[in-house]
Structure formats: C-alpha cells, structure tokens
C-alpha cells in the first residue's frame, strides 16, 4: 500500500514540476522572428564603429592627449559605450577623415628641395657634387 501511495505523489509531484516549468518556460521565451539582413548588417556595423572608437582611444598619443585636457581614458570608453547609433556613426567617419602620416613624400621631397637649393647657392655643402 505505501508504494502505490509514493508512486502516485511522486508521480503528481514530477507533473506539478513540468506543468510548471512549461509555464515558466513559456513566459521567458525568446521573443520569435526573423533576422533580416540589414538588421544584422546594421549591428555589424554598429559595432564595428564601436570598436573602432575604442581602438582610436586606447592609442597610447590619443590618451595623452586626453589627460592633458584633464579628461579620463576610462570616463571616455564609457561615454563611447552609452553613445547612440547615430552619434557613434558621426564620431567614426570624423576618425576616419583624420589625417594619418599624410603629405610624408611631399616634405621630404620639399626638404630635399631646400638643401639643394642652399647647397647650389653655397650656404650648405651637404651635396659635395653639386
């Protein structure tokens, strides 16, 4: 008699568990639907803007130049977290319209110029041949 009676409490409990958990479940669920495309382009995208920020932050210039206007490394990586898409989108493309080593050729082609120039009028004897 007592191991008809376990056998059926046990078995009401483990139904009690699982209707239980069927509720619960049903409660969490992930909300359902299709990912397009552009969604997950546009994620993509936001995060890689958002890395890119980051990066240009931890640069070690970049955070110089930060303390020396008194701002906080730490306090701008949070503020580059709460950013909203569309500030995060402008704050990138003005980081990538920086100018990085550009015009490099050109001055030492310039100062090439220059001493040749001083070296052919006599101020300089940098170019013995000239």
Do not use: C, H
């Not at 069927?22 to 546009?42: I, R």
């Not at 080593?101 to 100062?111: A, K």
């Amino acid at each position: 008699m007592k191991i008809r009676t376990l056998k059926s409490v046990t078995t009401w409990m483990l139904a009690t568990v699982f209707a239980f958990g069927a509720m619960f479940q049903q409660a969490y669920a992930a909300p359902q639907g299709m990912v397009t495309t552009e969604q997950l382009m546009q994620e993509m995208q936001v995060a890689d803007q958002r890395a890119s920020v980051n990066n240009f932050l931890s640069r070690a210039d970049v955070q110089a130049q930060l303390a020396a206007r008194g701002v906080d490394a730490a306090d701008a990586q949070a503020r580059v977290s709460a950013m909203s898409q569309a500030e995060l989108a402008a704050l990138s493309a003005q980081i990538d319209e920086l100018p990085a080593g550009e015009g490099l050729l050109e001055t030492v082609l310039f100062l090439l110029v220059i001493f040749m120039l001083l070296d052919i009028a006599g101020v300089t004897d940098i170019f013995p041949g000239l």
